[in-house]
């Protein structure tokens, strides 16, 4: 009887182990299912889409991929993928750079392609703040970036590396963009973009602003106009370096010898008014030059190139930092000219300035401009910043637009930085203008527009002190 009751007993236990198992498996099957369904409609196609239909295409065709470049922002607006493999003679060039894009990203973005093609070079972009520590909002958002254009076994590698724990979950569309979704019609026209992106007749409209130019270069159309660049006030020193982001870029250096591929330390140009804006810029450039030296690679600074001003104007770049199309091309038929000609064993020093001090030289203009703002309880406290060289004497006028209405002087030229403007002058909502020319000339050199309370909320750590002096005074 006891026999009996034993078997009983063991197979009923073993009935409930089975329908354990089998709830179990259905759970992670839906979960599963949910997770794919998630990934097609939770959230709409972005450049990560394009970037990756693209790849398939490179994939299927079994066309060469000749060449590599990374980076964040500056190189995908920099880089014009078919102007390079145009100029280098090669059939695909792949951008690899995402928005925010750190070097660990950057180092699983190319670790990513050289598993998968095998390139003659990898160029990677070193603008002057890259080894400096990102604010974690970056940080975050930038690893988000580059998990959406690799594949899933390098993403998770990738996150299980780099990013905190609370960041895995991330990993899964549900969590990610389950909270975004907020009506069928949502996840239909979602599902819709996804599906028109994967086409591979997929045109981009090249009459937009900005657009999707091509295995992974993103277009800003659109250039500036001169004198539109803001200034700030920054300084580089060695002691913010950070060890994460010099290990992920010695590692990218220690993976191309390893694939035995040619990699180029390049930094893309920036306006005028972003060089002038780190102090001690030459400390920059010197640093990266030691440090490229060190990895056995060469480095390349474009942003001292030779009669720059005329090469890289304002109006070939849509902001401070990001080249437009018509400076995209440029820079790329430059660089692709410079890499034949190091290739041929040809001497390029003198496509470059010698030193920053000699590039400012060739700079006559006031490159850029910015304004603070603090209110107080008696009025509002102006404070204009302007670089330009030491021998020119700034003088700096504001305008204020209110709704509706034209520009109207605020507070005529002068050429102290500070200005006092009374509280019923302006309002939170009002846009501020400040102007900067040469003291003696009748035109300005550069303008900046801002929202008042923009201003007023602005502050920039290097600017710190300077904001605590205007709040004391």
């Not at 059939?91 to 894009?101: F, K």
């Not at 191309?256 to 400390?283: D, F, G, H, M």
Request: glycine share 6%; hydrophobic share 35%; charged share 25%.
């Amino acid at each position: 009887m006891r026999s009996s009751d034993n078997t009983s007993e063991q197979a009923a236990k073993r009935s409930s182990l089975v329908s354990r198992i089998g709830c179990a498996a259905v759970i992670i099957a839906v979960l599963i299912i949910a997770e794919l369904i998630a990934r097609q409609c939770f959230d709409s196609a972005h450049y990560a889409n394009h970037f990756q239909r693209d790849m398939r295409r490179i994939k299927s065709s079994g066309a060469k991929v000749g060449m590599v470049v990374a980076g964040a922002s500056q190189v995908y607006h920099g880089c014009d993928t078919a102007v390079l493999a145009k100029e280098m003679g090669y059939e695909e060039v792949v951008d690899a750079s995402t928005a925010s894009q750190s070097t660990d990203g950057a180092y699983y973005m190319v670790e990513y392609l050289l598993e998968e093609y095998d390139p003659e070079y990898v160029v990677v972009n070193l603008n002057w703040d890259r080894l400096i520590p990102k604010k974690q909002i970056n940080l975050h958002r930038g690893r988000l970036l580059v998990g959406d254009y690799i594949s899933e076994f390098e993403r998770v590698k990738y996150f299980l590396d780099c990013a905190p724990v609370g960041q895995w979950f991330n990993l899964s569309a549900l969590y990610r963009f389950g909270g975004t979704v907020t009506s069928i019609e949502q996840l239909k026209q979602n599902y819709e973009s996804r599906r028109k992106v994967a086409d591979p007749n997929w045109k981009a409209d090249t009459s937009a602003a900005s657009y999707y130019g091509g295995n992974g270069f993103i277009v800003f159309k659109k250039g500036a106009l001169t004198g539109s660049m803001n200034a700030e006030d920054l300084t580089f020193s060695e002691d913010q370096i950070a060890e994460h982001e010099v290990e992920y870029t010695l590692k990218i250096a220690e993976l191309c010898r390893k694939k035995n591929v040619k990699l180029i330390w390049i930094t893309i140009p920036s306006t005028a008014a972003e060089i002038y804006s780190v102090s001690n810029y030459q400390e920059v450039w010197d640093y990266l030059t030691k440090f490229c030296a060190e990895t056995g690679f060469p480095y390349i600074n474009f942003s001292m190139l030779r009669n720059r001003e005329e090469l890289f104007p304002d109006t070939v770049f849509s902001d401070h930092i990001h080249l437009s199309l018509e400076g995209a091309d440029r820079f790329s038929e430059i660089l692709a000219d410079t890499i034949k000609k190091v290739e041929a064993g040809e001497d390029i020093s003198g496509m470059f300035y010698e030193s920053v001090e000699e590039m400012k030289k060739d700079v006559t203009r006031i490159p850029g401009c910015f304004v603070y703002v603090r209110k107080r309880k008696d009025g509002y406290k102006v404070r204009a910043l302007s670089v330009q060289n030491e021998d020119l004497i700034p003088e700096y006028r504001l305008l204020l637009k209110k709704e509706g209405q034209e520009w109207k002087v605020l507070a005529d030229w002068q050429e102290g930085t500070d200005f006092d403007i009374p509280l019923d002058a302006m309002s939170g909502e009002d846009d501020l203008r400040i102007e900067t020319r040469r003291s003696g000339e009748q035109t300005y050199d550069c303008f900046w527009e801002l929202n008042v309370q923009y201003a007023i909320d602005k502050k920039v750590s290097a600017m710190d002190s300077s904001v605590e002096e205007m709040e004391s005074a």
